[in-house]
């Protein structure tokens, strides 16, 4: 049997832990403060097995959430951040079985294992100490659940919540016709051409009004029409045919969609194409002179930085445009100016090879 259920965005306190080891040493969550930690708990023996597939796909989940591991179990305690080795903290005989009992007890689960309760659970608790998500599991199972666990729980934190709160894209729509709106406003009333008040809202007639739209795109000037509200995303795979351009999570989370505009890399599902008239984009199919490659696509395929390819444009674009910025010297200052590109396969060491390879050859 699997996980159970899934309760996400909790945002409630997490249960301190404080667990006496061998030679008076003291594990407190609290080590990890500052940075999100995914806590998975298990109470039955000989649930926990690490292998090298198991832990590439513990890397890939745990980067996407931007999270350490901190595994408890009878077996030992281990730490996992994502670009580290697995660390074991502490191995079984140095734990105390009536300290973990109270642990395992304060997270709601059965120790020892057994009586049909749940003895396993993953908890995500964010920097200040809060449980953004949560997920128990019945009898049986093993890691492979963790594995599952994760998913889940990046599909949930990554979701915007939708009852609360505008998108990022909703709220750029919206304050961009509510300009127009008042520019067109204030124009009528210069003129003394304000149009009658109505029964129908202002502007409901014309929501689907094209306007014409130049994009200089890879050097090649179109000319469009489109509807305000289109996003420089749609227009490049829509109109244009540059589907090299990829469409991720389409709120600017992943940054699968970046493109160049004016050299500077931007998040095209958050850009209306009007925004862009005249200005200089370039997307992934404009960086290859005919058939040669540009160095940072070659840099990619010579460090192997890329997996299932598909947020490969999106990281390839980005990384052009940081190089450009020059402010990144170092594998920590690439990882930091790069982390608005998601990669869920985990290529990550291998793209900041590549990165380091072009800014090393000029």
């Not at 513990?58 to 951040?81: H, K, M, Q, Y």
């Not at 049986?140 to 666990?149: E, I, N, T």
């Amino acid at each position: 049997m699997g996980f159970l259920h899934l309760t996400p965005r909790l945002e409630r306190r997490a249960t301190p832990i404080a667990l006496t080891l061998g030679g008076g040493r003291t594990l407190r969550l609290g080590a990890f403060e500052g940075e999100p930690v995914v806590l998975a708990l298990f109470a039955r023996a000989g649930a926990v097995a690490f292998s090298e597939e198991t832990l590439g796909g513990l890397r890939a989940e745990l980067r996407g959430l931007g999270a350490v591991l901190a595994l408890i179990s009878r077996d030992g305690i281990w730490c996992f951040r994502p670009d580290d080795e697995l660390e074991l903290l502490a191995s079984a005989d140095e734990i105390s079985e009536t300290e973990l009992a109270a642990v395992f007890a304060g997270y709601g689960l059965m120790f020892p294992a057994g009586g049909g309760g749940p003895d396993r659970a993953v908890y995500v608790i964010d920097h200040e100490q809060r449980v953004q998500f949560e997920r128990h599991a019945g009898p049986g199972g093993g890691l492979g659940d963790l594995l599952s666990a994760l998913r889940s729980a990046g599909r949930a934190l990554l979701a915007p919540p939708r009852d609360f709160a505008l998108s990022r894209r909703e709220v750029l729509i919206s304050s961009l016709v509510a300009g127009f709106t008042l520019a067109l406003l204030d124009g009528c009333a210069k003129t003394g051409t304000l149009p009658e008040a109505s029964a129908a809202p202002v502007g409901a007639a014309e929501t689907g009004a094209e306007v014409d739209v130049t994009l200089d795109v890879n050097g090649v000037r179109h000319r469009l029409r489109l509807e305000p509200r289109v996003t420089l995303l749609d227009a490049l795979r829509e109109r244009l045919a540059l589907t090299g351009t990829k469409k991720g999570c389409d709120q600017g989370q992943c940054g699968t969609c970046t493109v160049l505009v004016n050299g500077r890399r931007i998040n095209s599902c958050l850009t209306l194409a009007v925004m862009v008239e005249a200005e200089k984009i370039v997307t992934i199919e404009g960086l290859a002179q005919g058939e040669r490659l540009h160095p940072m696509q070659q840099a990619f395929i010579t460090e192997d930085a890329l997996q299932c390819g598909y947020c490969t444009p999106g990281q390839i674009m980005s990384a052009v445009g940081l190089l450009r910025e020059r402010r990144a010297t170092s594998a920590a200052e690439i990882r930091e100016h790069m982390s608005g590109n998601l990669c869920r396969c985990g290529a990550y060491p291998n793209i900041v090879a590549a990165i380091q390879r072009v800014g090393k050859e000029g």
